[in-house]
Structures are given as structure tokens and as C-alpha cells.
């Protein structure tokens, strides 16, 4: 069955310190990557995504992300963390041919030292 | 973007008792979700709302225990009958908009059952 693994489930980084948030998924087609966060009391929004072309995306707030397809990653970066990125974030997965069905990894909960 | 409510945003239940969830959208929709996230774990996909007929439920999931309606193409409901503690967890709507590809969430009903 398809999955979406996340490797950490707990960081805690200082700020300024540089972040970058695994994900692999287990499914051999064309799929569009997705990566979103949930800040605390707040509901999930998208922070980036990827359907096609340059591997390298980029999203809101500094994010930024690279599909790997021979590694089947989709690894979250950002080069300086803030305060204000203490979120959990979930890396998920559509595969072309699951009717649009959304597979989510199990989250990562980032902690940000002020 | 789409913009989702739901309603109530939180409950607290009895064992044995039945809660109504409703999910409000501002434009129509024709793909609608249901999510369950309950603590520490990752979205776990209830069933898709299709309107105008049954609801298509994941594997795990029925009917009975998780009857969905979906009147119209802003609309739906999601009721958790015969209520346990197992069942305490968030549960969230979710619509596709399929000309970008992404998922909007709402902001989840926060269901607790003693």
C-alpha cells in the first residue's frame, strides 16, 4: 500500500539554525507532492507544492522543498528558522491514480528555541 | 482559495450518544472529505462526500458508524454514532479544488467522548 514516512517526528532547533524536515513515499507512478503545517490552534494550510517541472519548489515564508524522484523524497527546507515557524508539518502524497485522495505522513513537530 | 467553516468547533460527549458535524464551504465543490486526526497521529481519510449519493468510505470505515450526508455542492455532515472514547479526536472537512491541484482544510471539530 502507498505511505508517506517523516523521519522526525520531534525537532527543536534554536532560531537562525537551518531546518530540513524528511519525507519518502512508497509509490512507483506520477504523483504531486505536498507539504503542509499547522501552527498551533490554527488549521492546516498548504505551504508548498509540486506537480511538475523544476524539482526545486518554493513556498510561502522562506520554504522551500526538492523532489528527488530516485530517492521517492520530498524533503522541507528553510536556511534560518524563526520563533514563528514552531508548527507541525505534514509532508502528503497524491497518486495520479487515486482519485485525488491525499496520503499524509505522520507530521513533524518543530519546536523553535527563541 | 476556499474558505470552510464547521460547526461545532468542539464537544464533549457521553458513551453511547451521537454528534452531527458540519462542514460549510463558500464556492461549490465537488470533491469533499473526511478526515479524522486523532492525537499524535497523521490524517486518516474517513470517506469522500459525493453529492447526490452515497458516500465512499476507506477501509476501517463505515457507514453505520459514520454516516455522511452531502445535499448539495457547499454541504455536508459527518455524524459519529454510538460514541466510545476511541472515538475522541479531531475530525476535519476537507474540499479539492481541482484547477490547483491542492486540498483546503477546515478547521476541525475537536470531538471528546467520556
Known amino acids: 500500500a502507498q505511505s508517506v514516512s517523516q523521519h522526525n517526528h520531534h525537532v527543536i532547533l534554536s532560531e537562525a539554525a537551518s531546518l530540513e524536515l524528511g519525507c519518502n513515499y512508497s509509490?512507483?507512478?506520477?504523483?504531486?507532492l505536498f507539504w503542509y503545517v499547522q501552527y498551533p490552534g490554527q488549521h492546516l494550510q498548504l505551504l508548498l507544492k509540486?506537480?511538475?517541472?523544476?524539482?526545486l519548489v518554493k513556498g510561502i515564508k522562506g520554504f522551500e522543498a526538492e523532489f528527488i524522484k530516485s530517492k521517492f523524497s520530498f524533503n522541507l527546507r528553510k536556511p534560518s528558522v524563526q520563533w514563528s515557524d514552531t508548527a507541525e508539518y505534514f509532508c502528503a502524497v497524491t497518486p495520479m491514480n487515486r482519485d485525488d485522495k491525499i496520503i499524509f505522513g505522520k507530521g513533524t513537530r518543530l519546536h523553535i528555541l527563541p | 482559495s476556499a474558505v470552510i467553516s464547521q460547526k461545532p468547533s468542539r464537544d464533549i460527549c457521553q458513551r453511547g450518544t451521537s454528534l452531527t458535524i458540519q462542514c460549510q464551504v463558500d464556492s461549490q465543490v465537488t470533491m469533499m472529505f473526511w478526515y479524522r486526526q486523532q492525537p499524535g497521529q497523521s490524517l486518516t481519510l474517513i470517506a469522500t462526500?459525493?453529492?447526490?449519493?452515497?458516500?465512499?468510505?476507506e477501509s476501517g470505515f463505515v457507514i453505520d458508524k459514520f454516516p455522511i450526508s452531502r445535499p448539495n455542492l457547499t454541504f455536508s455532515t459527518l455524524t459519529v454514532s454510538n460514541m466510545s472514547p476511541e472515538d475522541s479526536s479531531i475530525y476535519l472537512c476537507?474540499?479539492?479544488?481541482?484547477?490547483?491541484?491542492?486540498?483546503?482544510f477546515g478547521p476541525g471539530t475537536r470531538l471528546t467522548v467520556t
Open positions: 462526500a459525493n453529492q447526490g449519493s452515497e458516500a465512499t468510505y
Open positions: 509540486y506537480f511538475s517541472g523544476d524539482p
Open positions: 476537507s474540499v479539492l479544488l481541482p484547477n490547483f491541484g491542492e486540498q483546503y
Open positions: 509509490y512507483g507512478g506520477t504523483v504531486n
